[in-house]
């Protein structure tokens, strides 16, 4: 299974930029996707995630402002990100959950660059 991750770039306060994120391998079912990101000198933080029957769920700093979601028969997620603020800026990731043949594994996307000029 791999995730290729795009849509990234630079972006002025208050811009919109959409990430897209699409699976592709042996698939049996995507049981949850999300976007996790990691700016300079800080930790992996979670952004939003999303499960098999479109529940939504954000992380405060983003909750508003960000939108996941997803497209089932082409196992891709989106994360639509508006009002963007400098402190957006970081590489986003996107993750997912997913039933193989024979077993449950997560998997990582490559990465895609943010940066939000003031």
């Known amino acids: 299974v791999q995730l290729q991750a795009s849509g990234g770039g630079l972006v002025q306060a208050g811009g919109s930029l959409r990430l897209s994120c699409a699976a592709s391998?042996?698939?049996?079912?995507?049981?949850?996707m999300g976007w996790y990101r990691q700016a300079p000198g800080k930790e992996r933080e979670w952004v939003a995630g999303?499960?098999?029957?479109?529940?939504?769920n954000y992380a405060d700093s983003v909750k508003g402002r960000f939108t996941i979601s997803r497209d089932n028969a082409k196992n891709t997620v989106y994360l639509q990100m508006n009002s963007l603020k400098p402190e957006d800026t970081a590489v986003y990731y996107c993750n997912a959950i997913i039933t193989g043949a024979t077993s449950i594994n997560s998997h990582w996307g490559q990465g895609t660059q943010v940066t939000v000029s003031s």
């Open positions: 391998g042996v698939i049996f079912s995507i049981n949850s």
């Open positions: 999303i499960v098999s029957d479109s529940r939504t």
